[in-house]
């Protein structure tokens, strides 16, 4: 039986369901063994607080947790891991502790990855552990999948140099938008390729959600980066529409027509999705959020033809997302209007990949550059 290494700043058992959850349950469902390594999580994490504390990955740390029959979790818990200390001097004189973190022992874990066939890389500070992998074993293939743009989540220059080093020398590194894509245009080892789905999941029957009526329901889904303003005069502007915000979002406007669910289970937030009558994409602007027009959610809705209405900066080719000029109340209006008017039968979902096929895409790349 084969074996596969996703390293990833996910913890398995989390609500938030990201795309290596998606990744490692499709290699599990084609016979890998998997084994699911939480990383960038250490003391730094509890001073922060991370939300991943609220699950029990402290009581988990370092120690190998069977999920089911050949899926394992490890939390990888270091005493520091590099994070942007948020000063420019600590940042600059923490760079030789945090270009150690590669080195700190693995656990219980190393000797699996010695005897491991392929690793799966997040974009994460987790980066720093490639070459201490390829020294373990440089007999495995390597994967560098690009959920994110590391600037965007402001990670420290240890983390975006490490990417810049080692980006190629992975085997493949697969970007899931257009805009990631051109960061790493030249490379001879990069693919576009669009995040997956659970359609298994989102082709099953659910009970509708919302109370029965004419009222449009508006659905977000999200837990970072929410335009409070949007909501704000889009809620004013359609008193009679339901927004229903999904996500750990606090301080929402309290009005009637906002109905907030905090975090919910991912299959929990399906049906919101599937009977909703708009999607919201609606994320305020920081350096690199442009990444967004491709994102998971953006891939659900579509999957579930519905209009979305996103930020002018989230421009593309899509034909079923409407934009609004962030703060601009008449551009908030004819978005939401536009979406509510379009044609639903004219969204095509034929070119979305589950995640399965984006697992048997990636392993046919692979044989191909091992033949």
Excluded at 138 to 161: E, G, K, T
Aim: with cysteine.
């Amino acid at each position: 039986m084969k074996r596969v290494v996703l390293v990833t700043g996910h913890y398995w058992n989390s609500k938030r369901k990201a795309g290596f959850h998606w990744l490692a349950e499709a290699f599990w469902h084609q016979g890998w063994e998997v084994i699911f390594v939480t990383s960038a999580l250490s003391w730094l994490s509890v001073i922060r607080r991370d939300y991943r504390l609220a699950y029990p990955v402290l009581q988990e740390a370092n120690q190998l947790q069977l999920i089911r029959k050949n899926f394992w979790s490890y939390v990888w818990f270091t005493p520091w891991h590099p994070a942007n200390l948020r000063s420019n001097l600590l940042n600059y004189l923490s760079r030789g502790l945090f270009n150690l973190y590669g080195q700190l022992p693995l656990g219980t874990v190393e000797p699996l990855l010695k005897e491991t066939d392929l690793f799966i890389f997040e974009s994460t500070p987790a980066l720093l552990l490639f070459d201490r992998c390829k020294q373990l074993n440089p007999q495995a293939q390597f994967i560098y999948r690009v959920s994110d743009d590391l600037r965007l989540l402001r990670n420290h220059s240890v983390v975006l140099d490490t990417e810049e080093r080692v980006a190629p020398k992975f085997d493949l590194v697969s970007v899931p938008s257009q805009y990631i894509y051109r960061l790493f245009a030249g490379l001879l080892n990069l693919e576009l390729e669009l995040h997956g789905i659970r359609k298994d999941i989102f082709n099953q029957d659910y009970a509708n959600p919302y109370p029965v009526s004419d009222t449009p329901n508006v659905v977000f889904v999200g837990n970072a980066h929410f335009d409070y303003d949007f909501l704000e005069q889009a809620s004013q502007l359609l008193p009679n529409w339901q927004f229903h915000i999904i996500g750990p979002m606090n301080n929402l406007p309290q009005r009637n027509n906002i109905i907030a669910y905090q975090e919910l289970p991912f299959e929990s937030t399906i049906p919101y999705i599937k009977y909703a009558d708009i999607a919201l994409q609606t994320l305020a602007y920081t350096p690199g959020a442009e990444c967004f027009t491709d994102s998971l959610k953006i891939i659900q809705y579509s999957y579930c033809q519905l209009p979305i209405v996103a930020p002018a900066y989230l421009v593309s080719s899509r034909t079923n997302v409407f934009y609004y000029q962030p703060g601009d109340a008449g551009s908030i209006y004819q978005a939401l209007i536009a979406a509510q008017i379009y044609d639903r039968s004219q969204i095509l979902t034929d070119k979305i990949y589950s995640w399965d096929e984006l697992v048997s895409r990636w392993l046919e790349i692979l044989n191909k550059k091992s033949a």
